[in-house]
């Protein structure tokens, strides 16, 4: 199994263009998360997802647009990037367990940079 | 509004001694509450979790207790090892159980 995979790896954007990262997983998780982390601030949730076709606004959705069409895919946009979305962006899933604490399953992450 | 707290600044101790790391968390009260270790360029991997019930668990050299009193996880690591160093994480969970939110990581450098 891949676990959590992330595209791309890398990407450079100038203020204004727009960009979609895809993460997709091979667990079956019905759960997809997608978080922020900037320096010295952790990792803060944009969006996420408890099922195919849902979606939802975590801590700082502003500048982000999201999509589960599939249940392994979960998609990131940015309509119009700007130097703030400067940042490492990570991807996780989880499985609907009873209870629903269990633990998150994390991707590589994408660095991106917009000049 | 809610805070969670970890030490930014590096800890740093010599090989073989216990590590210990600290988590306050204020305008929150989870039942659940989650460590995770994260190597530089990589994701978080998940270390251990404690309920609200639980004072104390364990996972080989690892310790964690969860005071709801005091609002405040402490992560331990015994006989600590070069191999420990990364970026320790810990993350409240919510009611609903659906969302983790994170402290800013605690830097752990284990020096031979």
């Known amino acids: 199994n891949a676990g959590v995979t992330q595209t791309p790896k890398f990407r450079v954007l100038k203020t204004g263009q727009s960009m979609t990262l895809l993460c997709a997983q091979d667990m079956n998780h019905e759960y997809m998360y997608w978080y922020r982390q900037d320096p010295g601030m952790g990792l803060r949730l944009i969006h996420y997802?408890?099922?195919?076709?849902?979606?939802a606004k975590g801590e700082v959705p502003d500048g982000y647009n999201v999509s589960r069409l599939k249940k392994q895919n979960f998609l990131l946009g940015l309509e119009s990037a700007a130097p703030s979305q400067t940042s490492v962006y990570f991807c996780?899933?989880?499985?609907?367990?009873?209870?629903?604490?269990?633990?998150?399953?994390f991707g590589p992450g994408t660095r991106l940079t917009v000049l | 509004s809610q805070k969670i707290e970890q030490n930014s600044e590096a800890l740093n101790i010599q090989e073989g001694k216990t590590a210990t790391l600290t988590c306050n968390y204020t305008?929150?009260?989870?039942?659940?509450l989650q460590w995770y270790r994260q190597d530089p360029g990589r994701g978080p991997v998940f270390l251990l979790l404690?309920?609200?019930?639980?004072k104390e668990k364990r996972k080989e050299r690892l310790k964690v207790t969860f005071d709801t009193t005091l609002k405040q996880s402490l992560f331990h690591i015994t006989a600590s090892q070069p191999a420990d160093s990364a970026t320790y994480l810990c993350?409240?969970?919510?009611?609903?159980?659906?969302?983790?939110?994170f402290g800013g990581g605690t830097r752990l450098m284990v020096k031979p």
């Open positions: 997802s408890v099922g195919e076709g849902t979606t």
């Open positions: 305008n929150y009260s989870p039942a659940y």
């Open positions: 404690i309920r609200e019930n639980e």
């Open positions: 996780a899933s989880r499985p609907r367990l009873a209870g629903g604490y269990n633990e998150q399953f």
């Open positions: 993350a409240l969970i919510n009611n609903a159980g659906n969302m983790l939110t």
